[in-house]
């Protein structure tokens, strides 16, 4: 599997811009295919909120940031980085970056059930 380790979570308000990062180091053998964030808001359940393959760059997000949040990877460094601009109060949860092996018509979907490596999570709290 792999091990995730996210940074750059904070406090904004509303309108600002934060940049989470996710340090990933795989065991040797182990290929993931998809990385990905995820979200959690008190009370509510995990959400996908941006994928991307390893293999190419296919980007996917859910409806609620696209043209606002933008996941990049750092090949040579192993680093996911979800840049969030235009953050809302709504934005507010914890943040988790995960590793996974399972894609669909080459797309990584935004189902957390098919990420099986998880960090342990950045809040991301945003004032209005």
């Known amino acids: 599997q792999v091990q995730l380790v996210e940074s750059g979570g904070g406090s904004m308000q509303a309108g600002g811009s934060l940049r989470l990062s996710c340090a990933a180091s795989?065991?040797?053998?182990?290929?993931?295919?998809?990385m990905g964030w995820f979200r959690q808001a008190p009370g509510k359940q995990r959400e996908g909120v941006a994928t991307?393959?390893?293999?190419?760059?296919?980007?996917h997000y859910v409806d609620s940031v696209e043209g606002r949040f933008t996941i990049s990877r750092d090949t040579n460094r192993n680093i996911i980085y979800l840049q969030m601009n235009s953050l809302k109060s709504e934005d507010t949860a914890i943040y988790y970056c995960?590793?996974?092996?399972?894609?669909?018509?080459?797309?990584?979907?935004?189902?957390?059930?098919?990420?099986?490596?998880w960090g342990r999570g950045t809040q991301v709290t945003v004032s209005s």
């Open positions: 991307i393959t390893t293999d190419g760059d296919r980007t």
């Open positions: 795989t065991y040797k053998g182990y290929r993931n295919q998809c």
């Open positions: 995960a590793a996974g092996r399972i894609k669909y018509m080459g797309i990584c979907a935004l189902r957390p059930q098919d990420f099986e490596s």
